[in-house]
Nanobody
Framework: QVQLVESGGGSVQAGGSLRLSCAAS?????????MGWFRQVPGKEREVVARVRTSRSTTTYADSVKGRFTVSQDNAKNTVYLQMDSLKPEDTGMYYC????????????????????WGQGTQVTVSS
């Protein structure tokens, strides 16, 4: 059974940094899985900030976070990290990691409805 557990959220001032972790179990990073980091604020749908093909160590970032957020992975720990630098107040939200089984020939989706495994979320608050 696939399980995802996030950690690392918190409160920081604008310009600061946080690193989120997503520990995955039930599959390994060589599998045909898409992983994604999403964020959500009240009243809005979850939006993707990064999509990850762990089998290839490739990541696609949303335009809003390019150059500021970086995804990395530790295959031995089956953990994906989201390093968030130069944080802005608009980065505030609940952050989730998610995954779904997907053939390696297709691009990982941006729609949260494509993802059927979710972590519990971790809150990130950026103050101005």
């Amino acid at each position: 059974q696939v399980q995802l557990v996030e950690s690392g959220g918190g409160s920081v001032q604008a310009g600061g940094s946080l690193r989120l972790s997503c520990a995955a179990s039930g599959y390994n990073f060589r599998s045909s899985v898409c992983m994604g980091w999403f964020r959500q604020v009240p009243g809005k749908e979850r939006e993707v900030v990064a999509r990850v093909r762990t089998s290839r160590s490739t990541t696609t970032y949303a335009d809003s976070v390019k150059g500021r957020f970086t995804v990395s992975q530790d295959n031995a720990k089956n953990t994906v990290y989201l390093q968030m630098d130069s944080l802005k107040p608009e980065d505030t939200g609940m952050y989730y990691c998610a995954a779904y089984w997907a053939r390696t020939s297709i691009e990982c989706g941006t729609d949260h409805r494509s993802y059927n495994f979710w972590g519990q979320g971790t809150q990130v608050t950026v103050s101005s």
